[in-house]
T-cell receptor, first 115, second 111 residues
Framework: EAGVAQSPRYKIIEKRQSVAFWCNPI?????LYWYQQILGQGPKLLIQ????????DSQLPKDRFSAERLKGVDSTLKIQPAKLEDSAVYLC?????????????FGPGTRLTVL | GDSVTQMEGPVTLSEEAFLTINCTYT??????LFWYVQYPGEGLQLLLK?????DKGSNKGFEATYRKETTSFHLEKGSVQVSDSAVYFC??????????FGRGTSLIVHP
């Protein structure tokens, strides 16, 4: 089966610009996660969707970050405006069921550099 | 909140050496515990998991035992190979259902 797809793979922007990332999870997976991974650190959960509803977004900086999952499938994560400290790899993952202790399948990530 | 602490890397070993990567956690309730691996240039993938105390997860020669009394989930392998060189992440999902990852431990295996 096809894995989790993310695009773009790399993005370089100036601070105060806007950027958007796209994720297509594995077909049929109900749960979708967005993580931020800063160099040298583990992934930090930003937002978790189950179908098209938000399960948790307590660690999402809502003044500049937003995310949506239309029709419970694809998802986009947006940063507006970007700051230098947003430089990181943004990971998308999906799981086949709801809020249970299931394996997450990760995409390759989008590496964002903010200059 | 929940947290995961991993030993700092890099861990550098010769081929066929014994590997231990320590992982301890803090969580409410009875979390499920995971080890993920990230090979160079690839995304994270699940290596093994354990969902209750005293469970042993195993895969590809790696093992980890869920120790509730010491809140630990150490990763072990009896004989590492060059192809095991990667970054290993310990993670948990607790009662809040929010996945929490450790910082990752880089493993370098020399021939």
């Amino acid at each position: 089966e096809a894995g989790v797809a993310q695009s773009p793979r790399y993005k370089i922007i100036e601070k105060r610009q806007s950027v958007a990332f796209w994720c297509n999870p594995i077909s049929g997976h109900a749960t979708l996660y967005w993580y931020q991974q800063i160099l040298g650190q583990g992934p930090k959960l930003l937002i978790q969707f189950q179908n098209n509803g938000v399960v948790d977004d307590s660690q999402l900086p809502k003044d500049r970050f937003s995310a949506e999952r239309l029709k419970g499938v694809d998802s986009t994560l947006k940063i507006q405006p970007a700051k230098l400290e947003d430089s990181a790899v943004y990971l998308c993952a999906s799981s086949p069921e709801g809020q249970t202790y299931n394996e997450q399948f990760f995409g390759p990530g989008t590496r964002l550099t903010v200059l | 909140g929940d947290s995961v602490t991993q030993m700092e890397g890099p861990v550098t070993l010769s081929e066929e050496a014994f590997l231990t990567i320590n992982c301890t956690y803090t969580a409410t309730g009875y979390p499920s515990l995971f080890w993920y691996v990230q090979y160079p240039g690839e995304g994270l993938q699940l290596l093994l998991k354990a969902t209750k105390a005293d469970d042993k997860g195993s895969n590809k020669g790696f093992e980890a035992t869920y120790r509730k009394e010491t809140t630990s989930f150490h990763l072990e392998k009896g004989s590492v190979q060059v192809s095991d060189s990667a970054v290993y992440f310990c993670a948990l999902i607790g009662g809040s259902y929010i996945p929490t990852f450790g910082r990752g431990t880089s493993l370098i295996v020399h021939p």
